[in-house]
């Protein structure tokens, strides 16, 4: 499966964005799909994940409260909803695939798109 983010760009503390992960030349619906993000000089992160059906959904502690993970299977894609950003929220966004569970783990994800940059000032 192919995956390609969009939504990315620059906002002050206390904006919104919403990053969408669009899905191709797989069943979209077979996918666990997840949310990770990485700042320089830093490791990549799990953000989020959610179900094949989007009946769980799991968040960093750092997100909880602030970010909502959600997918539309009719138009294969997943959505990061992210409110209340913080400097600290500031990585390059990546979406990833993988089936079975959803994994805070990003290498047992073998599905990437390229990234959405995220830029929050103060």
């Known amino acids: 499966v192919q995956l390609a983010e969009s939504g990315g760009g620059s906002v002050q503390t206390g904006g919104s964005l919403r990053l969408s992960c669009a899905a191709s030349?797989?069943?979209?619906?077979?996918?666990?799909m997840g949310w990770f993000r990485q700042a320089p000089g830093k490791e990549r992160e799990f953000v989020s994940g959610?179900?094949?059906?989007?009946?769980?959904?799991d968040y960093a502690d750092s997100v909880k409260g602030r970010f909502t993970i959600s997918r539309d299977n009719a138009k294969n894609t997943v959505s990061l909803q992210m409110n209340s950003l913080k400097p600290e929220d500031t990585a390059v966004y990546y979406c990833?695939?993988?089936?079975?569970?959803?994994?805070?783990?990003?290498?047992?994800?073998?599905?990437w798109g390229q990234g959405t940059q995220v830029t929050v000032s103060s």
């Open positions: 959610i179900s094949e059906w989007g009946r769980t959904t």
């Open positions: 030349g797989g069943t979209f619906s077979s996918y666990v």
């Open positions: 990833a695939g993988r089936m079975w569970d959803v994994s805070t783990a990003a290498s047992e994800y073998p599905f």
